[in-house]
């Protein structure tokens, strides 16, 4: 069970890292200052959870882990993050797109992980909760500015969720130790609110104008550690200072 627990969390905490990541390369780049700023504390509300996690997560793998050695010092295939959140930001409508899909599920996953039969990981998610939930309302109004905005902007904004919807399903992919404990009761049951999910996400795009995407084809694999071209490139710039001056301390 150690070692599935250890595995769970870094699902879990893969997920805002990498996505925090990548909201961190936006600072001083958005499209106006408000929104600048937005997006920064966002990033910022995403590594405030990761640390939560990869600090319980260190304490459970012991063998002097901290968690700077968990979230830097780890090769591309030990990260467990959904392929969702590595995606580049390519322009601000994929920007809020992966955004979106990913805050919807955060927020149904941290009202179902408070309920863990884990004390640690029911705290964390408690504490969480009301950050995300800004974080969801932050998206969704966006996708209904970009969607029910201009052409162009709509056109943008479908091109984006046509694009990132095939990453979407994988949230709902259980690996054989989320399974063994769901029936533990500790590891939340994403099966459970998969249709709440898909249909407050369609419920949205079709108030912001935009078509909901028909594909059926998802893709998967992040959570095994099987990543897209993406996650090297950021990793390099995630991991450069630690790996470039190991042990160093402020």
Same mark, same amino acid.
């Given at each position: 069970m150690k070692e599935n627990l250890y595995k769970y /969390?870094?699902?879990?905490? +893969? @997920?805002? #890292? /990498?996505?925090?990541?990548?909201? $961190?390369? #936006?600072? $001083?780049? $958005?499209? @106006? #200052?408000?929104?600048? /700023?937005?997006?920064?504390? /966002?990033?910022? +509300?995403l590594l405030g959870q990761a640390r939560n996690y990869f600090q319980y997560a260190a304490k459970i793998k012991g063998d002097d882990s901290t968690e700077d050695s968990i979230a830097m010092l780890r090769s591309e295939r030990e990260y467990l993050n959904v392929l969702l959140v590595e995606q580049p930001n390519t322009d601000f409508a994929y920007i809020i797109g992966r955004q979106f899909f990913f805050d919807i599920y955060h927020w149904h996953f941290l009202n179902a992980l408070m309920k863990s039969h884990d004390v640690t990981l029911a705290a964390i998610a408690n504490r969480a909760i009301k950050e995300v939930t800004y974080h969801k309302k932050f998206s969704a109004d966006w996708i209904r500015r970009l969607g029910d905005g201009t052409e162009v902007s709509r056109e943008k904004m479908q091109s984006a969720v046509n694009d990132l919807w095939r990453y979407t399903n994988e949230f709902f992919v259980q690996t054989e130790f989320e399974k063994e404990l769901i029936s533990e009761g500790i590891a939340a049951d994403v099966?459970?609110?998969?249709? +709440?999910?898909?249909s407050e996400s369609s419920e949205i795009l079709t108030e912001a104008t935009l078509l909901v995407p028909e594909k059926s084809y998802f893709q998967k694999g992040g959570k095994q550690g099987i990543h897209t071209e993406h996650m090297g490139y950021l990793l390099t710039e995630l991991q450069f200072m630690q790996r470039t001056y190991p042990n160093m301390s402020w």
């Open positions: /969390i870094l699902t879990i905490a +893969d @997920n805002s #890292l /990498i996505l925090g990541q990548r909201l $961190g390369e #936006l600072c $001083g780049h $958005g499209p @106006n #200052l408000e929104t600048d /700023i937005a997006c920064t504390n /966002i990033a910022l +509300d099966s459970k609110f998969k249709d +709440d999910y898909y």
